[in-house]
């Protein structure tokens, strides 16, 4: 996404480079031609854009670009060169959707993966089959390695904890980027508290009840702990919508939709 905003900002410059460029006179009254150019940028972007069907989004910022403007001569840029932009167009429209099909994806079948690395896929750990990368069947119930319970039948307020959790949990060594049952275990162990607390947490934490921590679980998990632990609250009965990862709340929603 990022190469696509620079290249699309590249190709609104030359634009822009190239109007400005056009708009000189040839002999005479080149400082006064640029100097009304300058003050009317506003109208000069507009027309642009209609003209190329922009969008206001690739425009540079226009007060700094004005005050750039101001230490340059328009007589000196180059004219604008159709067949650049129209390499540019190429690399959108067609190079980088080939190049982006070439790399491996998560949604890649293993099979795929291994033909999209070639060589190089026997020195990277390759999944075995279509589902988390190391994870291992495991019996129904068995997800929670504490036990089940007698009774047991796109703003996200840990963001900035996610950023500060990050480290730690890259330390843990995941595996395809999840934490085995053993080591989120063990993690939860650590900070002390009764076996019944953590499985509460481990229920919470673990959303999509597959056994395994992904990253945004585990800081899940690592809040409700810190919860308990430095600030003496109870742990909640569910999780407020606020603390569920954007990305799991589709799956919360037709979970209790299911339910009805």
């Known amino acids: 996404n990022e190469l696509v905003k620079r290249i699309r900002k590249v190709k609104t410059l030359a634009y822009i480079i190239g109007h400005l460029k056009s708009q000189m006179p040839s002999v005479m009254g080149k400082e006064k031609k640029q100097q009304k150019l300058i003050n009317d940028m506003p109208n000069v972007f507009r027309a642009i854009m209609k003209k190329h069907n922009l969008a206001p989004g690739d425009f540079p910022d226009i007060n700094r670009f004005t005050e750039k403007l101001k230490e340059s001569k328009f007589s000196e840029f180059h004219s604008l060169k159709m067949d650049q932009i129209q390499l540019l167009e190429d690399c959108l429209t067609n190079h980088l959707p080939r190049l982006m099909e070439e790399l491996p994806s998560e949604k890649d079948t293993p099979e795929t993966l291994r033909a999209k690395l ?4 026997g020195a990277v750990p390759l999944p075995t089959r ?20 007698e009774d047991e039948g796109d703003y996200w307020a840990l963001e900035e904890s996610a950023e500060r959790l990050k480290d730690s949990f890259e330390a843990l060594g995941p595996q395809g980027g ?5 080591t989120a275990k063990d993690v939860l162990l650590k900070t002390g508290l009764q076996k019944d607390q953590l499985r509460q947490i481990w229920n919470l934490s673990d959303i999509d009840k597959d056994g395994y921590f992904d990253h ?6 690592m809040f409700l702990c810190d919860a308990v632990i430095q600030k003496g609250r109870p742990i909640p009965a569910e999780l407020p919508m606020s603390v569920i990862p954007p990305s799991k ?10 339910a009805f």
């Open 118 to 121: 070639g060589d190089a896929g």
């Open 130 to 149: 279509a589902a988390k990368f190391g994870k291992a069947e495991s019996p129904s119930g068995a997800a929670n390695p504490f036990g089940a319970a």
């Open 178 to 182: 999840f934490l085995s049952p053993g």
């Open 216 to 221: 945004h679980e585990y800081v899940v998990a």
């Open 249 to 258: 709340r589709p799956l919360l929603k037709e979970r209790i939709a299911g």
